[in-house]
C-alpha cells in the first residue's frame, strides 16, 4: 500500500538553512507567499542560459561570505571579515585599522596573499555513487574512512570538471552533495573603513541590539588577461562575474520579505539532549572561564602599549568574538530550555522507534547508550577542554613546539619511520631513537629550519606571551587531573610546587568517570573553574616554574634561537627543549582512550551519527521538509525585516540610524570615539540621496511622511519623536529574522526581487542558541544598511570612482 504524505516546511516559518541547490516546490511556494517576487530558478539553477544570484555570491576561504556588486570584479563583504587582511598591512606609521584604506585608483589596491574567492559553479548529487564505494569496500572488508572517500570522489570530479571540488556531507551519511568552484587567486583590497566606524561600539556593542556600525569591505578580484584564474601579476586584469547583484536604494519596512544567501559554517540542530546540555554544562564553562583571564592579560598589555594594541588586535578581536559567543550560547541554552526542547523530541523519536520491530532493533537502546556514554566521559571531556585552554591554547608560542615536531616528523620519514601526531606520548621505538639522536641539524640547514620557526614570531610580543604561559602553568597544575602529567611536568612540580608524596604515582591506575555524572542529562553540573586564591609561597613558586622553563627556552628569544640553530644540533637536542617537554609531555593516549568510551561500547561519534539517522528517517517518514546542519556550503535563509522584543516591557525598533551614533559618542571610550570629522559629518546631517528620504528623485520632507509614500521605510520616521533631526535620517542597521551563523557574515541581504539592501555582520545576544536550535521571535540577523556603506564611500571617503563603478 501506497502512504502518500504532504510535504511539509517546519513550524517555525522562518527557521532553515536551505541548500541553494534542493529549493523544493514547497519551499518556493512558502518563499512566495512571505514575499518573494523571484522563482527557485532564479536563485540557482546551473543547468540553466543565463546567471543566477548564486553566481554572485562567493566564498572567502569558507571564513566568510562575500558578493560581486560590478561587472569589474568588485567583491563586498564584512569588514571585519577583512579585519585580518587590513591588520597584515598595517605598520604602526601606517595603521590601517584605525586611520582607514582607501585606493583611490586601481594602482592603489593591495594585494592579499593567499586570499581565494571561491565562486560556486555547480552541485551534484553524488550519493549513489558515496554509497557504492562505501558497500564495495565494506564488502572487501575494510572500512572506507569519511576523508578517503571524500579524497576519492572529489579527485574524480577535479579531473573530470577541472574545477574545484569538495564533498558536503549532509545528515551524517544520508546525503552526499559535491559542490564545484571555480577559484580565483588573486584578490586585492580596495576600501575599508577605519574601525571608529566600522566597529563603533567594538567588543561592547558585539551581540546587541542597537548597534550602529559600519560593518563593510571591498576587495577586487583579478584574473589573468583572457579571464581565467590566476596567481598574483601586475599583468592580471579586474575578472568579470557572471552575475553582479544589483543595489536597491527604496530601503525596507516591517514586515518586507528578505533572503540571505551565504556559506554558514556550523550548526549543530541535530545534535542530541544530552550532547546540549554536556556543552553547556560541562565543556563551555570551562573554556570560557580560562578564555576570560587570558583576554585580561592581552587587554592589559594592549591597553598600556599602542604597538602592542596594534599586534595583537586582530588575535584579541578572534578571542573576545568566541567567548562572548560561547558565553552567550550557555546563556540562551538555559533560557530557552534547549535541552528540555530536545528532551520532547525524543520522547517522540522513541515513539517512533518502538513503533516498528526493525526500529526497535536498531535504535531501541540509542537514547540509553547516549546518556550513558554522556555520563562516562564527562569528567574527561573536562580535564581536554582544561588541557587545551591550557597547554595547547595558553600561548601562541606553543605553535612554535608544534613545528619542532614536524621537524622531528621530517627526520622520522628520511629514516623511513611513519610519521607521529604533533602530540603523542605513545613510547618511541629503538629506531625511532636512533634516528633522532643521530641526525643532526647542519650550516646548510640554517636558512630552512629558521624560515620553518619563525614564521609563528610575526605578531608577538614575548612579554605578552610569558604572562599567557605563566596563566596557563597556573590553571593546568590547579585545574588538570595530576593522573595524566607526564614525568617532566610531574617532576618540575615536585621541585617548585609540591612534594614527592603529594603526587600520584606515575603508574596510578586511571580515574573511574562512571560516576561523574548522575542522573538525566538534566542534571549535568555545573563545572566552571573557579578562580582561585593562590597563597604568596605558591605564587613564588609558580613565577620560578615558569622562569625554568621560559627563560632556558631557545623558543622563547629569538637570539637563542638564532644562535642554536646556527650552532647545529641533533633532533634530540631540539626535542630537549624545555618549552616542547612541558607541552609534549601529557598521557594523551590515555585521555584519548577514555574520551572514546567503555571498552565494548560505541563512542559518541557512532552513536550521535545512529541519532541523525533515526531522527532524519523519522522526520522523512512524517513528511517532514527538512534542511541538514550548516558545514560551509552555500545555503539560502528567508524572513522578514521586524523589531525585537529581548525580554519583558522591552520593544525595540527593527533600525538604528545616526542618531544613535551622536548618542552613543564618548571621546573617553576607545569603542566610542570619533575624530573630530566623523563627528562633523554627523552633526551635519548631509546625507544626499543615501538617506532614507530620498525617493529616488526628490526628498521628502520629514513631517510630511507617511505610509503611502514611495519610499518603503519613510514612512516609519513620522511616527517618531524627533524624526526630523538629520541624524534620524540616514539609517545604520537593521534586523531582519533570517536564520545565520557564523561564516554567514558579509552575505548579502538581498529583497524580494534579489535586489541588495544590506549585509549580514551579527546576530543578537538572544539568538546565541541558534548552533543548537532556532527560536522563533528570538532569532534575529543584524545588518548594515547597503546606503551607509554608500554614503561612507562617497561622503566620507570620497570614492567617487566607486560609486561610478556601481552605476549610481
Request: some cysteine.
Amino acid at each position: 500500500m501506497l502512504l502518500l504524505l504532504a510535504v511539509c516546511i517546519p513550524l517555525h516559518a522562518d527557521e532553515g538553512m536551505w541548500m541553494v541547490n534542493s529549493i523544493s516546490d514547497a519551499l518556493e511556494k512558502k518563499m512566495q507567499e512571505r514575499g518573494l517576487r523571484l522563482s527557485a530558478g532564479e536563485i540557482y539553477n546551473a543547468d540553466a542560459e543565463g546567471a543566477s544570484l548564486a553566481d554572485a555570491v562567493v566564498s572567502l576561504d569558507f571564513g566568510c561570505t562575500g558578493s560581486m556588486i560590478s561587472s569589474q570584479g568588485l567583491l563586498i563583504t564584512n569588514h571585519h571579515c577583512a579585519y585580518s587582511d587590513i591588520h597584515s598591512l598595517s605598520t604602526p606609521e601606517h595603521n590601517l585599522l584605525e586611520d582607514g584604506f582607501w585606493a583611490m585608483t586601481s594602482s592603489e589596491e593591495r594585494n592579499i596573499p593567499g586570499k581565494k574567492a571561491w565562486f560556486l559553479k555547480k552541485v551534484v548529487d553524488v550519493t549513489g555513487e558515496a554509497e557504492a564505494m562505501l558497500a564495495e569496500a565494506e564488502a572487501a572488508g575494510h572500512r572506507l574512512g569519511s576523508r578517503k572517500l571524500a579524497w576519492s570522489l572529489e579527485k574524480k570530479y577535479r579531473d573530470i570538471t577541472g574545477y574545484e571540488a569538495s564533498l558536503g556531507t549532509m545528515w551524517r551519511g544520508k546525503k552526499y552533495y559535491m559542490a564545484l568552484y571555480e577559484v580565483y587567486r588573486d584578490v586585492r583590497l580596495v576600501a575599508a573603513p577605519p574601525v571608529s566606524l566600522a566597529s563603533f561600539g567594538g567588543d561592547i556593542d558585539n551581540w546587541e541590539w542597537p548597534q550602529h556600525k559600519c560593518d563593510f569591505a571591498l576587495y577586487r578580484v583579478y584574473a589573468a588577461p583572457d579571464g581565467t584564474p590566476a596567481d598574483y601579476s601586475p599583468e592580471n586584469v579586474p575578472m568579470q562575474p557572471a552575475a553582479v547583484l544589483d543595489i536597491s536604494l527604496d530601503g525596507y519596512a516591517p514586515g518586507d520579505f528578505t533572503m540571505v544567501i551565504g556559506y554558514p559554517g556550523r550548526t549543530d540542530r541535530y545534535s542530541s539532549s544530552y550532547k546540549t546540555a554536556f556543552e553547556t554544562g560541562v565543556t563551555l564553562p570551562v573554556s570560557n572561564a580560562i578564555r576570560e583571564r587570558q583576554m585580561a592579560l592581552i587587554r592589559k598589555w594592549m591597553d598600556a602599549c599602542p604597538d602592542i594594541r596594534l599586534k595583537y588586535s586582530d588575535y584579541y578581536f578572534s578571542l573576545s568574538n568566541i567567548q562572548e559567543n560561547d558565553e552567550g550560547k550557555v546563556y540562551c541554552c538555559r533560557r530557552f530550555d534547549v535541552a528540555g526542547e530536545k528532551v520532547a523530541a525524543e520522547d517522540s523519536l522513541q515513539e517512533w522507534i518502538e513503533s516498528s520491530a526493525g526500529r526497535q532493533s536498531r535504535w531501541g537502546g540509542l537514547l540509553g547508550g547516549l546518556s550513558r556514554t554522556y555520563r562516562d566521559v564527562s569528567q574527561i571531556e573536562k580535564a581536554l577542554t582544561v588541557y587545551r585552554e591550557t597547554v595547547v591554547r595558553g600561548t601562541r608560542l606553543a605553535r612554535a613546539t608544534y613545528r619542532l615536531g614536524l621537524l622531528k616528523n621530517q627526520v622520522l620519514e628520511s629514516c623511513g619511520i611513519a610519521p607521529r601526531r604533533a602530540i603523542d606520548s605513545i613510547p618511541p621505538s629503538d629506531k625511532e631513537l636512533s634516528c633522532c639522536a643521530e641526525y643532526r641539524f647542519r650550516g646548510k640547514d640554517y636558512t630552512s629550519v629558521m624560515g620553518f620557526l619563525l614564521k609563528d614570531y610575526e605578531g608577538l610580543d614575548l612579554r605578552v606571551e610569558r604572562d599567557l604561559f605563566r596563566y596557563a602553568v597556573e590553571e593546568f597544575y590547579a585545574s588538570f587531573d595530576s593522573v595524566f602529567w607526564g614525568p617532566y611536568q610531574k617532576e618540575l612540580y615536585r621541585k617548585y610546587l609540591g612534594t614527592q608524596a603529594s603526587l600520584p604515582d606515575t603508574q596510578a591506575s586511571l580515574p573511574d568517570t562512571q560516576a561523574s555524572l548522575s542522573g538525566t542529562q538534566s542534571s549535568l553540573p555545573d563545572t566552571a573553574v573557579s578562580s582561585k586564591e593562590v597563597p604568596e609561597v605558591r605564587s613564588r613558586g609558580l613565577d620560578a616554574l615558569c622562569s625554568a622553563i621560559w627563560d632556558s627556552s631557545f623558543l622563547t628569544d629569538t637570539a637563542r634561537l638564532d644562535a642554536f640553530v646556527s650552532e647545529g644540533h641533533t633532533v634530540d637536542e631540539y626535542l630537549a627543549d624545555p618549552l616542547y617537554r612541558f607541552i609534549q609531555d601529557i598521557r594523551i593516549a590515555d585521555l584519548n582512550r577514555l574520551s572514546a568510551g567503555k571498552e565494548g561500547r560505541p563512542g559518541l561519534s557512532a552513536l550521535s551519527k545512529e541519532y541523525v539517522h533515526a531522527l532524519y528517517s523519522m522526520r522523512l517518514e512524517k513528511g517532514e521538509e527538512q534542511y541538514p546542519d550548516a558545514n560551509s556550503t552555500m545555503r539560502i535563509t528567508y524572513g522578514t525585516v521586524g523589531s525585537l522584543v529581548p525580554r519583558d516591557g522591552v520593544t525595540c525598533l527593527w533600525r538604528s540610524t545616526a542618531a544613535g551614533i551622536l548618542e552613543k559618542y564618548d571621546p573617553t571610550r576607545y569603542e566610542y570615539r570619533l575624530d573630530s570629522r566623523q563627528k562633523h559629518l554627523f552633526e551635519d546631517g548631509d546625507w544626499g540621496r543615501w538617506s532614507c528620504l530620498y525617493d529616488g528623485s526628490a526628498f521628502l520632507p520629514a513631517d510630511n511622511v507617511s505610509r503611502g509614500t514611495s519610499v518603503s521605510d519613510a514612512g516609519c520616521l513620522a511616527a517618531i519623536p524627533g524624526a526630523a533631526a538629520p541624524a534620524s535620517r540616514m539609517y545604520v542597521n537593521f534586523l531582519t529574522d533570517n536564520d545565520i551563523t557564523g561564516g554567514n557574515s558579509g552575505s548579502p541581504v538581498l529583497n524580494a526581487d534579489g535586489k541588495l539592501i544590506g549585509l549580514a555582520f551579527d546576530g543578537n545576544k538572544e539568538s546565541l542558541a541558534s548552533d543548537f536550535s532556532y527560536t522563533p521571535g528570538y532569532n534575529k540577523c543584524v545588518c548594515v544598511d547597503i546606503r551607509y556603506v554608500l554614503w561612507t564611500l562617497d561622503r566620507y571617503a570620497g570614492m567617487t570612482r566607486i560609486i561610478s563603478e556601481l552605476g549610481l
